[in-house]
T-cell receptor, first 111, second 113 residues
Framework: QKEVEQDPGPLSVPEGAIVSLNCTYS??????FMWYRQYSRKGPELLMY????GNKEDGRFTAQVDKSSKYISLFIRDSQPSDSATYLC???????????FGQGTRLTINP | GAVVSQHPSWVICKSGTSVKIECRSL??????MFWYRQFPKKSLMLMAT?????????EQGVEKDKFLINHASLTLSTLTVTSAHPEDSSFYIC?????????FGPGTRLTVL
């Protein structure tokens, strides 16, 4: 079993839809959870950073962490074509050191 | 946010040659940098952790004699793929640690013929 599981998609939704992206993990020691966005042939850029459980909101993006279920989510409201990218979850127990990444979900927002 | 650059952005080389990839933190000093490898439609796989002034720490299964890492200054880490073979063709991405966040470079696409 992989430490972090993420559905690779692809996921295609119409513009304006709410998008839900998810990851599950097996290591209960994980406390730091991140979501990265990666455009084709580019490096990942950090979208959201959450410590422990709870919700965090930033503009159209909301990150949720449920440590009891070992489940994290990223919601995108009012999705735009520019949101089309691969979204990677990442996590560890040491802050930003040695991140463990999910496989990434390829998302396409159709105009 | 902090900016990390990589050079070159893409490289094609013949089998058996060596290729050097540079990773630079442009507006901050990074004592720790990371090197990742990413296959098409796959996630990032950590290859090694590079610490300024000391030897790199390699992940299990990564050949340290094949993937040479040098972190000689606080703004530069290099990855040299020695005696490259077609199976080394991949997208190599570095990141630099600034406080408690990793900032990623744009990646280098290596194609070995």
């Amino acid at each position: 079993q992989k430490e972090v599981e993420q559905d690779p998609g692809p996921l295609s939704v119409p513009e304006g839809a709410i998008v839900s992206l998810n990851c599950t993990y097996s290591n209960s020691a994980f406390q730091y959870f991140m979501w990265y966005r990666q455009y084709s042939r580019k490096g990942p850029e950090l979208l959201m950073y959450t410590y422990s459980s709870g919700n965090k909101e930033d503009g159209r993006f909301t990150a949720q962490v449920d440590k009891s279920s070992k489940y994290i989510s990223l919601f995108i409201r009012d999705s735009q074509p520019s949101d089309s990218a691969t979204y990677l979850c990442a996590m560890n127990d040491q802050g930003a050191q040695k991140l463990v990444f999910g496989q990434g979900t390829r998302l396409t927002i159709n105009p | 946010g902090a900016v990390v650059s990589q050079h070159p952005s893409w490289v094609i080389c013949k089998s058996g040659t060596s290729v050097k990839i540079e990773c630079r933190s442009l507006d901050f000093q990074a004592t720790t940098m990371f090197w990742y490898r990413q296959f098409p439609k796959k996630s990032l796989m950590l290859m090694a952790t590079s610490n300024e002034g000391s030897k790199a720490t390699y992940e299990q299964g990564v050949e340290k004699d094949k993937f040479l890492i040098n972190h000689a200054s606080l703004t530069l880490s290099t990855l040299t793929v020695t005696s490259a073979h077609p199976e080394d063709s991949s997208f190599y991405i570095c990141s630099a640690l600034d406080r408690n966040e990793q900032f990623f470079g744009p990646g280098t696409r290596l194609t070995v013929l």
